[in-house]
């Protein structure tokens, strides 16, 4: 097996006393699409801001590939009406070839909006433009959190197939989170459940067997289900019927 | 020691009018392209922070009889320092903590001041600024002050920019965040202290944010906007010192009062 682009071994993370990660293990492999779901407060965005070094983990390993380059797509951009820049100007800060600028534009589909304000562009063509920007890094990993976010649902499924387009052309590994339980896209090679800790990871389930899904959302989403021995309370802690267990053993999937 | 002398010979009134001219120039020409990042990165509040602790720094350097400059500086740093600390805790929010901040320092400033008898101070000339007594020197150390300044900026544009879009993209792609960010606190005190002689303690914001705010409706680059901001200030500078020289209105406050007046004039623009 080639060595993993990142590897997390045992991370914990607390925030003023509030545990957000606990024992949490990952592990990306080159060219392969890894998605974090969970709920609002299950830690992903944390997770991911460990795996980029902008947060240091309280206890566990983080390993990077030595010749790891990142592109990163935030989940949003807040920036002043006052400041004027162009969405052309935007992707020269992380290349300053006008040319590979275009190129990465005509990659996500808004070419036509480079001399355009970057205030002034749709939630789902800011989307692209942070996805160009994160390409124009040639990344071997592209780490994306919520890259769907703020999408109609048509504009996600083609978010999705450009990311999985993405990965197989320029063969990089990509560490996406989904605010979203019940829809991950068929592409995804790993799902990670997290809340707080690993609830649970394999591949998403092929079939859905809901054809009245399938015809609302497309065929490249499928709903992925899975089945736990145990609850979460609101905090995420492990309940159930008997005695609580600790989490390292209790937490067991189907 | 601030009061315009009634007679003057001519060459005098000169050059009061010429050092006064060179060193509210050389300050616009910097308030310019800072006060644009401070509009873009809604940092006017803290601007004025510290700007109100820079009293404390005159009143520290009349105590230890040191440069008032390098005093402003310093005090300026270790407020912008704590400042971050106090941010990161996290505890309040920002803008109730610069409202602590901002206005303790100034009334520790105006105390301290108040408590030392033996020194006279004209504490209007320090709240409004005192531009018609500049002399030779004053204007050398603006100069100074002000390259400096220019070439921080030059050389730390790019990754200001970027930081100023988005902090953690930045930091992802190998911005060292925490230096630029220091640097860039570094550049306001330096401002700061030389603009206080210029437009006093409670105006320097004044100076920092309307030019910019004005020239963001003819800009459509950064760069655009941080020049016309410079241009923009410097002729607020000399509508300001005319007034005060024509109509013997305080100077300070004129050149305040004109940048104001250019930006009310700039709405008129459609966009």
């Known amino acids: 097996m080639s060595r993993a682009l990142v590897e997390l071994q045992g991370i914990s993370k607390r925030f003023n006393d509030v545990t957000v990660l606990s024992g949490v293990d990952l592990r990306l492999e080159p060219e392969q699409i890894l998605t974090l779901i969970g709920p609002n407060g299950a830690g992903k965005t944390t997770l991911v801001k460990i795996v980029l070094g902008l947060l240091k983990a309280d206890e566990g390993q983080v390993s990077r590939h030595p010749e790891l380059r990142i592109g990163y797509m935030p989940q949003k951009l807040h920036i002043d009406p006052t400041l ?24 996500v589909g808004i070419e036509k909006m480079m001399s ?13 433009a942070l996805l160009a920007r994160a390409i124009l890094r040639k990344p071997n990993i592209l780490v994306l959190d919520e890259p769907v976010q703020g999408v109609d649902v048509a504009g996600q499924e083609a978010l999705y197939r450009l990311i999985g387009q993405l990965r197989d052309r320029l063969h990089c590994g990509v560490l996406m989170v989904s605010h979203d339980l019940h829809l991950v896209m068929s592409a995804t090679d790993e799902v990670v459940c997290l809340n707080q800790h690993i609830c649970c990871h394999g591949h998403p389930d092929q079939v859905s067997n809901n054809p009245a899904f399938l015809e609302l959302f497309g065929s490249k989403t499928a709903p992925y289900t899975h089945n736990h021995d145990h609850h979460h309370d609101l905090h995420g802690e492990v309940i159930g019927d008997e005695p609580k267990t600790p989490l390292s053993n209790g937490c067991q999937h189907d | 020691m601030s009061q315009k002398p009634l007679f003057q010979t001519g060459a005098n009134m000169i050059d009061v009018l010429l050092y006064a001219a060179l060193a509210g120039l050389g300050v616009a020409a910097v308030t310019g392209p800072l006060g644009a990042f401070i509009v873009w990165r809604r940092m006017a509040y803290f601007g004025d ?16 009889s040191i440069s008032p400059t390098l005093s402003v500086i310093a005090i300026c740093l270790v407020l912008a320092l704590i400042l971050v600390v106090l941010q990161q805790q996290q505890t309040l929010a ?17 105390v301290a001041m108040a408590l030392m008898p033996e020194v006279k101070v004209d504490l209007l000339s320090l ?12 204007v050398l150390t603006i100069y100074a002050i002000s390259a400096v300044t220019i070439l921080l900026l030059l050389k730390l544009w790019k990754p200001l920019l970027a930081m100023t879009i988005h902090e953690e993209l930045a930091k992802v792609e190998g911005i060292p965040v925490t230096a630029v960010r220091t640097a860039f606190m570094l ?32 800009s459509q680059t950064p760069e655009q906007m941080a020049i016309f901001a410079s241009l923009i200030g410097c002729l607020a500078v000399i509508l300001g010192l005319g007034a005060s020289w024509f109509i013997d209105t305080p100077a300070g406050p004129s050149i305040v009062l004109s940048a104001g007046l250019l930006f009310l004039m700039s709405l008129s623009k459609k966009n």
């Open chain 1, 84 to 107: 004027p820049v162009t969405l052309g100007r935007f992707l020269k800060l992380a290349e300053p070839d006008l040319a590979l600028c275009r190129n990465a534009l005509k990659e």
């Open chain 1, 116 to 128: 355009l304000p970057l205030q002034s562009l749709s939630g789902g063509e800011m989307q692209r």
């Open chain 2, 49 to 64: 922070t510290l700007a109100h602790s820079s009293l404390l720094g005159v009143a520290l350097a009349l105590f230890l």
């Open chain 2, 94 to 110: 920002s803008d109730t903590l610069l409202g602590i901040l901002s206005h303790t320092s100034l009334a520790v400033g105006l």
């Open chain 2, 127 to 138: 709240l409004f600024g005192d531009l018609l007594t500049v002399n030779i020197n004053d």
């Open chain 2, 187 to 218: 550049m306001i005190a330096l401002e700061i202290a030389i603009a206080m002689k210029v437009v006093g303690v409670l105006l320097i914001t004044a100076l920092l944010v309307i030019p910019a705010a004005t020239a963001r409706r003819f």
